[in-house]
């Protein structure tokens, strides 16, 4: 959450066939899943890469100012007002 609200770019390095992504993921009910990726990997990370290299050369554009994606920061605003709007009576003091 503060990488999102201070735009940074949160990256994510799953590897294929790994616990956080799969290429097919048999569940609790016996139903397969294709294409699998955890949920916090996929909710908390901007990018999610196969491997390091992958990383770095996209590392390497926005270091260029290259492809700079203007939701950065979006994901953490959508969290506070769906939770302000479920607990309206709390009061958010960091603004």
């Not at 994510?12 to 016996?30: A, F």
């Not at 990997?41 to 890469?49: R, S």
């Not at 920061?73 to 769906?82: D, F, H, L």
């Amino acid at each position: 959450m503060l990488a999102d609200q201070l735009k940074v770019p949160t990256f994510g390095i799953l590897g294929q066939s790994s616990e956080y992504q799969k290429d097919v993921l048999t569940n609790l009910s016996g139903q397969d899943i294709e294409g699998w990726t955890h949920p916090f990997a996929e909710g908390l990370c901007d990018e999610l890469f196969d491997n390091v290299e992958a990383a770095c050369v996209r590392l390497n554009q926005l270091l260029e100012g290259e492809g700079v994606a203007s939701t950065y920061g979006e994901k953490s605003q959508a969290a506070i007002q769906y939770f302000r709007s479920k607990s309206p009576d709390i009061v958010v003091q960091y603004e």
